[in-house]
């Protein structure tokens, strides 16, 4: 299984892909989850990192890509692993490409298992679980630059992968449980 997680901030890409990890003994990779524990830490990345997810904008390509080959290389990633946050731009997809035909000897990303879920949500409808949610980089400003941001870096990545025939796009405005049930049913069985 080798799963990456795409949607605007909200969509509840963190919330479905930490309970398909559980369920299928795989590690959940947030790109997010270990900015903020780079900023907690007050490590070298973390100080560099803080700025910019404070402000809503993206983390300079190249620390992402040091975090991820180094998280791409641990052992508990060989069996597959849930990606939620990563690629976020068309320069993290390629080197993305790249770094999987290095760990598993494939030719290219397009040859591999990999997989792009989509979580599909309304904007007015992401505003308002952010809003509720209270991270630190959660206040109204943030958001909508998140979002903006988001429109014009990640978005693009949509067409990067449904063109690969690897997009799995997914209503994400319903209950939690449905959108899990959807995700199961569609993920496995053909992985
Ligand atoms: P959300 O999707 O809810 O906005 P994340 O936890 O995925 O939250 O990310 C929080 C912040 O961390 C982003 O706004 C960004 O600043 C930074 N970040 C996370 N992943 C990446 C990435 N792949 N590239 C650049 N910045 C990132």
């Not at 400003?141 to 979002?147: F, N, Q």
Request: aromatic content about 6%.
């Amino acid at each position: 299984m080798q799963l990456i997680f795409m949607g605007p901030p909200g969509a509840g890409k963190g919330t479905q892909a930490q309970l398909l990890a559980a369920l299928w003994k795989i590690p959940h990779i947030s790109t997010g989850d270990i900015l903020r524990a780079c900023v907690v830490a007050k490590t070298d990345l973390g100080q560099k990192a803080q700025s910019y997810m404070d402000r809503g904008e993206l983390v300079p390509d190249e620390l992402l890509m040091d975090i991820v080959q180094e998280r791409m290389n641990q052992p508990d990633a060989r069996a597959g692993w849930i990606l939620d946050g990563f690629p976020r731009t068309v320069a993290q997809a390629a080197f993305f490409d790249k770094l999987l035909c290095d760990v598993e000897g494939s030719t290219s990303g397009k040859d591999c298992a990999l997989r792009a879920v989509n979580l599909d949500v309304p904007d007015n409808v992401l505003v308002a679980r952010l809003l509720s949610r209270g991270r630190q980089d959660d206040n109204e400003e943030t958001i909508r630059r998140r979002l903006q941001v988001y429109r014009e870096q990640t978005e693009p990545l949509i067409d990067f992968y449904s063109g690969r025939q690897q997009l799995v796009a997914v209503d994400g405005d319903r209950a939690m449980e449905l959108v899990t049930a959807e995700l199961q049913q569609v993920l496995s069985g053909d992985s």
